[in-house]
T-cell receptor, first 110, second 117 residues
Framework: ELKVEQNPLFLSMQEGKNYTIYCNYS?????LYWYRQDPGKSLESLFV?????AVKQEGRLMASLDTKARLSTLHITAAVHDLSATYFC??????????FGTGTRLTVIP | DTGVSQNPRHKITKRGQNVTFRCDPI?????LYWYRQTLGQGPEFLTY????????KSRLLSDRFSAERPKGSFSTLEIQRTEQGDSAMYLC???????????????FGPGTRLTVL
């Protein structure tokens, strides 16, 4: 059974600090996605990682993928309040649907 | 706005009633997906269309659920004889086919929040 686990589930951090969210998955997958969700809103695509060693950066967020370890990370640099949201990683299954992780609820404290 | 749209945004119904939701994907996308998201959880896959063909259904999609995409454009998701456990956010997403987008990135609509009383 496919499992996608994120760590931590809840993260409270001060503005200006750095932190990393981890996403472990249990089966081979060629694509890893990161999404952001604000309360009561839909999902916004952040990153698509397509190959081992892929690294993508947008603003204060940087995502990486290690397919051999079945691990992706989302690194937050110098957090600001606007980054407060729930972050999901998802892997593409053998079909074309996405299997989502448990989510990490991030709160950035001024 | 050329994103994925869903209607209605909110639906409150009584147990046992039927409900139908609509999704309009991004116009050039031929793949359409339905997901369900309960409070505090990640979205769970329900079903997937390539054009008008329904190619995959999750075991979560019980006999009370049916989805259609008759002309390969908009899609409807119907739930018959609703139960309280059906209360959730129903999300629709679309993506281009592999021929036009290698990464198969899915773009999500705003969702329909269903409350079954």
């Amino acid at each position: 059974e496919l499992k996608v686990e994120q760590n931590p589930l809840f993260l409270s951090m001060q503005e200006g600090k750095n932190y990393t969210i981890y996403c472990n998955y249990s089966t081979t997958s060629d694509r890893l996605y990161w999404y952001r969700q604000d309360p009561g809103k839909s999902l916004e695509s952040l990153f698509v990682l397509l190959s081992n060693g892929a690294v993508k950066q947008e603003g204060r967020l940087m995502a990486s993928l290690d397919t051999k370890a079945r691990l992706s990370t989302l690194h937050i640099t110098a957090a600001v309040h606007d980054l407060s949201a729930t972050y999901f990683c998802a892997v593409r299954t053998g079909a074309n649907n996405l299997f989502f992780g448990t989510g990490t609820r991030l709160t950035v404290i001024p | 706005d050329t994103g994925v749209s869903q209607n209605p945004r909110h639906k409150i119904t009584k147990r046992g009633q039927n409900v139908t939701f609509r999704c309009d994907p991004i116009s050039e996308h031929n793949r359409l997906y339905w997901y369900r998201q309960t409070l505090g959880q990640g979205p769970e896959f329900l079903t997937y269309f390539q054009n008008e063909a329904q190619l995959e259904k999750s075991r979560l999609l019980s006999d009370r659920f049916s989805a259609e995409r008759p002309k390969g454009s908009f899609s409807t998701l119907e739930i018959q004889r609703t139960e309280q456990g059906d209360s959730a956010m129903y999300l629709c997403a679309s993506s281009p086919s592999l021929g036009t987008s290698f990464n198969n990135e899915q773009f999500f609509g705003p969702g329909t929040r269903l409350t079954v009383l």
